[in-house]
């Protein structure tokens, strides 16, 4: 029985917009503000896959518009692993000190493709109802 009010707690938007990947690429998503927030989970969508491997990538920075660099992954709850099956996902967390972050996916071994997609949820508001 659920008995926890989670909708008011938590913000989804969308990290990278669905995208249809058909080359070896990396694909960079939005920047996410996380001010207001203490957690971020990013979920890592493919749709139908026809070849490649994607790998999710999360980057962060101190400033809006700055320099993203990769994550270390004493930061990340979770293993980012290369996707390479339709119609599957891969959540990742996200425990830095940055407050800005990206979601990326690289891909590889790409002729046809696949289409992907990246939410974010972000947690444990400062303030809340959230919506």
Known sequence: MSSVDL????TISNALSIATI???T???GIEI???LYQGATFNF???TRTDGSY???ITESDTSGGSFTAVDSSFLIGTPTALTASNTNQ???YVGKK???KASITSTSVTIGSTATVDVILSSPLHSPTA
């Open 91 to 93: 959540r990742i967390g």
């Open 22 to 24: 058909s080359t070896n």
């Open 33 to 35: 503000d996380t001010a």
């Open 7 to 10: 909708k008011n707690n938590i």
């Open 55 to 57: 790998l999710p990538v």
């Open 99 to 101: 407050r800005y972050i």
């Open 45 to 47: 969508k493919l749709g």
């Open 26 to 28: 990396t694909t960079v």
